[in-house]
């Protein structure tokens, strides 16, 4: 026995089908602003930042030698029996020793994160890479299957079902039918056929007495 689906509306698969869409495209953005995040973070890894730490180790040279000066001037000066203890000139020059050697540091750092940062990032466009292809290729090819069976259904909808045609012609034809059989016209002489008559086979009661 074989059966067919009675389905007439196509509300659920637009609602999905817009749901589809409204994912598509919060997916392209969120994919468009991690990719521009993740230019931005190697493009400051691989250019501002060696030449910050570049131009930072030659400013922390220079006040660096300008402190040893100052500091050796005021080892120099003396007034009698008496020699300055140069308490802040030695601060300054230990400070900016440090400052230079932080700013030294900092430039081999920034190569080996750069490195580093190139490879999670071919990791992380390998990985969305999936994503956006499951967004640019077989989120489409979903929608235009939506959009098929929406047509399909629409198509099957406006096109009356053959078993409803049936059986309203079985209907309209029982109702012509006349209730009783007595209205039927006899096959041979064309007039009414009397009503028939039933007998019964049991023996008449007053028969056996006379």
Request: charged letters at 25%.
């Amino acid at each position: 026995m074989t059966s067919s689906a009675n389905v007439t509306s196509t509300d659920s698969i637009r609602r999905f089908a817009a749901a589809v869409i409204s994912f598509q495209e919060e997916a392209r953005t969120c994919l468009a602003v991690l990719d521009s995040q993740l230019r931005q973070l190697l493009m400051w890894l691989e250019q501002e930042r060696p030449g910050f730490w570049k131009r930072e180790a030659e400013r922390c040279l220079q006040e660096m030698n300008s402190a040893r000066v100052r500091l050796h001037q005021c080892k120099m000066r003396r007034f009698g029996d008496f020699r300055p203890s140069c308490i802040e000139e030695q601060k300054d020059f230990e400070q900016a020793t440090r400052n230079l050697e932080l700013a030294q540091r900092q430039m081999p750092n920034v190569r080996r994160w750069s490195i580093e940062a190139g490879q999670e990032a071919n990791e992380f466009r390998s990985r969305t890479g999936q994503l956006a292809q499951l967004v640019e290729r077989e989120i489409p090819q979903l929608l235009a299957l939506l959009a098929f069976t929406v047509d399909r259904i629409e198509a099957y909808a406006a096109v009356a079902p053959p078993a409803a045609t049936a059986f309203a012609t079985a209907t309209a034809t029982a109702t012509d039918i006349p209730d009783s059989p007595t209205s039927l016209p006899d096959e041979h002489t064309g007039t009414p056929a009397p009503p028939a008559t039933h007998t019964s086979s049991q023996p008449d009661p007053a028969a056996g007495h006379t």
